[in-house]
């Protein structure tokens, strides 16, 4: 299980890395919200895993943490709301400079 | 409970949802509202002042569920002094952006009022995650704030400023997970407790954790090489919001002042990542001077002032067991002020020259460019500290405080930077003249905005021995962080 989740974050965060250095901006915005998901997903492990408990104390013998719950709502709502703000701001800077180079630069025979 | 330490989050909060429930643009209504309450916030902030002063460390527990489970708001000597800032500079930003930059997008009110809530509540938080949350809410705000206005060159800059700081952010949470899973705790006081008492892998994740938390400070306060997206953004920022982003900069010193002095000024992680931010602060003081002297534009050069400003004091944290803290304070509170009111003086010298703007280049002469000509005088001495104006007072107690060769050497070489540039952007601006310009006049409110951030200069050198004793008192403060473990934790730290 820790395993698994291991590797779920870190394929979400190298990729969204490798994204967010491309030079486009569709990239660039696919790249942050890989990113966030695996920060996510890190932070509702950082309680601990465990299988089929409650996050009740007193409603089970060993319940789960239920702070990253709450901690992981406010980061998805935030990175959520992030994510809609960036996706405008893109088409605005597609629409005010022409193209979609993160720099603004014209294009440069598609090699970026 | 006292119940005023949550106003200076209250007062912006309201204000924001009133302005945005104000949809029939009367400009006049919402610029009083906008005024009002940072008139409110001054106020405020003025007592909160008088009340932190005695000593004590007044927490505040939301919702009434006590530390360390609930989130608490904490107002100690530093976080008054940061919130008058603020305040001081929060109020000339505003009144000149109501001389009519505020309607060149919609909403620029609501959102001023929301950097100003997010600044206060990073400023009062005793919570990381509390903390984070902030940030986003001044971020989120200031992403507005950056793209107010139009043109080309805002909306690439913004973009940049926006993917950095989003970057940023997933790092801060990625930290604060693994404080939360080494230490199970986010209150700034209780982490402090428990992170003396680590050992093994825990201490290991939580050294990574908080050298990540550097990172995302240092991007927020613009330290090498985390400093490239603030040049660009702020001088294509409209002037008012430059001006307020001279404190969004501190926000970052801030943050790192706050969790350095209460969990590593002492104890098993003493020290942790002060060597790296020694010499990046030096690096980026040294960068800095290339910049100011580089700079194609009078904007772009007040730019790398702050960036200067940053290198100067974040040298001056990372020095020693925050000694110097004190005199860095103090400048501190100069330099916040002094490059807010530059920002605010390179639009008005923009205006007047009409079509060249701010380029530093041969232009038309400012019509009745004399009154403008001696603030920037006055201005530019106050910042290169030069006598008889507060960078000097500043700059001289630091380095009094800091008896560093290289620090001495780039502190100077760096007034010297500041100095050249400046006089030659001087004399470009106001002597190299081709024939009368057909610029814009500056407003009456426009002047009386300028002249509050600079008169504070010359007020700052008069009263330089109680305002150096009292930021001294606010870095004593903070070098006992027993007051505040005590403060928050109760009977248990």
């Known amino acids: 299980m820790e395993l698994l989740v291991a590797i779920i974050i870190g394929v979400l965060v190298a990729s969204g890395v490798y994204l967010c250095l491309r030079a486009r901006t569709f990239p660039v915005v696919m790249g942050l919200t890989l990113l966030s998901y695996g920060v996510n997903v890190f932070l509702f492990a950082m309680g601990g895993l465990k299988m089929n408990q409650v996050a009740v104390v007193g409603m089970s013998p060993d319940p789960t943490d239920p702070l990253p719950q709450a901690l992981v709502l406010t980061a998805i709502v935030i990175g959520f709301a992030m994510t809609a703000f960036l996706v405008v701001l893109a088409l605005r800077s597609q629409g005010e400079l022409h193209n979609d180079h993160v720099d603004g630069k014209p294009d440069d025979g598609g090699r970026s | ?493």
Not at chain 2, 78 to 107: I, K, Q
Not at chain 2, 404 to 415: K, N, S, T
Not at chain 2, 431 to 440: D, H, K, N, V
């Open chain 2, 1 to 493: 409970m006292n119940h005023w330490i949550i106003a200076p989050v209250l007062i912006p909060a309201l204000a924001g949802m009133l302005l945005l429930l104000e949809v029939r643009e009367r400009h006049r209504l919402r610029r009083i509202t906008g005024l009002l309450s940072c008139a409110a916030m001054l106020a405020t902030a003025l007592f909160l002042g008088d009340q932190a002063w005695g000593g004590e460390i007044t927490v505040y527990a939301l919702g009434n569920w006590q530390a360390p489970f609930g989130i608490v708001l904490v107002l100690d000597k530093f976080s008054a002094l940061m919130l008058l800032l603020t305040a001081v500079l929060a109020f000339p930003a505003l009144l000149y952006a109501c001389c009519g930059d505020d309607r060149r997008g919609a909403n620029f009110h609501a959102l001023f009022q929301f950097q100003l809530m997010g600044v206060n509540g990073a400023f009062l938080t005793g919570d990381l995650f509390n903390l984070f949350v902030f940030f986003e809410v001044l971020l989120i705000a200031s992403y507005g704030l950056a793209l107010h206005g139009r043109g080309p060159e805002r909306v690439k800059a913004g973009l940049h400023y926006v993917v950095l700081n989003l970057v940023g952010s997933a790092l801060f949470l990625i930290a604060l997970g693994l404080i939360y899973g080494t230490t199970g705790t986010l209150n700034m006081a209780d982490f402090a407790v428990k992170a003396q008492a680590l050992t093994g892998t825990d201490a290991t994740l939580l050294r990574i954790a908080v050298l990540m938390l550097w990172v995302v400070f240092g991007l927020k306060a613009a330290l090498f090489p985390l400093y490239f997206w603030l040049p660009a953004a702020y001088a294509g920022a409209t002037a008012a919001v430059a001006a307020l982003f001279a404190i969004m900069t501190k926000v970052g010193f801030y943050a790192m002042v706050r969790v350095y002095a209460l969990a590593f000024a002492d104890g098993p992680f003493a020290g942790l990542g002060q060597s790296a931010l020694w010499w990046l602060a030096l690096v980026t003081l040294a960068l800095a001077c290339i910049g100011v002297l580089g700079a194609k534009r009078l904007g772009t050069l007040v730019s790398y002032l702050v960036v200067m400003s940053v290198g100067t004091l974040v040298a001056a944290l990372a020095f020693g067991q925050l000694e110097a803290l004190g005199p860095a304070l103090y400048y501190l509170l100069h330099s916040t002020l002094i490059c807010g009111g530059l920002f605010l003086l390179t639009d008005l010298i923009a205006r007047g020259r009409g079509e060249v703007a701010d380029d530093l280049q041969i232009g038309p002469a400012i019509l009745n460019g004399g009154r403008l000509s001696v603030l920037f005088f006055a201005a530019a001495i106050a910042v290169v500290g030069l006598p008889p104006l507060s960078g000097f007072v500043g700059k001289v107690a630091l380095l009094r405080s800091v008896p560093d060769p290289a620090y001495w050497v780039l502190l100077l070489v760096a007034g010297l930077c500041g100095l050249i540039a400046l006089s030659r952007a001087g004399s470009t601006l106001f002597w190299r003249t081709t024939g009368e310009g057909s610029g814009l006049r500056p407003a009456r409110r426009h002047l009386v905005a300028v002249l509050w951030l600079l008169v504070l200069s010359p007020l700052m050198t008069v009263y330089a021995e109680p305002l150096l004793q009292l930021t001294t008192a606010v870095a004593d403060q903070l070098r006992d962080p027993d007051l505040y473990l005590f403060a928050v934790l109760g009977g248990d730290a």
